[in-house]
């Protein structure tokens, strides 16, 4: 998955706070799983913050991503506190429906 993919696809455009959060995390999962085994990870990170700029005020999730991001970088490092979402039922067909 490449990084665009990650910043504008459907996972993150949440309905509430909590799912931002879980969506963004999952966004900086899926970016960093997708990055090659080679590429320097300060540079990616660096590029991925500059390329998630303008989305980082209008999507809370992808506030999350580049929040995750920056915290990767800052000196000491620490660990980063990632969760994969919860489960949760998104109403079937009629909501996807509705939705349309």
């Known amino acids: 998955m490449h990084l665009h993919t990650t910043i504008n696809g459907p996972i993150?455009?949440?309905e509430s706070p909590e799912r931002a959060r879980e969506q963004g995390q999952l966004g900086y999962m899926q970016w960093l799983g997708s990055m090659p085994g080679n590429a320097p990870y300060k540079d990616e990170a660096i590029y991925a913050c500059i390329a998630a700029m303008d989305l980082e005020r209008s999507k809370p999730a992808v506030a999350v991503f580049c929040e995750l991001i920056r915290a990767?970088?800052?000196k000491p490092l620490r660990r980063l506190d990632l969760a994969?979402?919860?489960?949760?039922r998104r109403g079937g067909a009629a909501v996807r429906r509705s939705r349309l």
Do not use: D, E, G, W
């Open 12 to 14: 993150m455009a949440p």
């Open 72 to 74: 990767s970088l800052s």
């Open 84 to 88: 994969l979402p919860r489960p949760r």
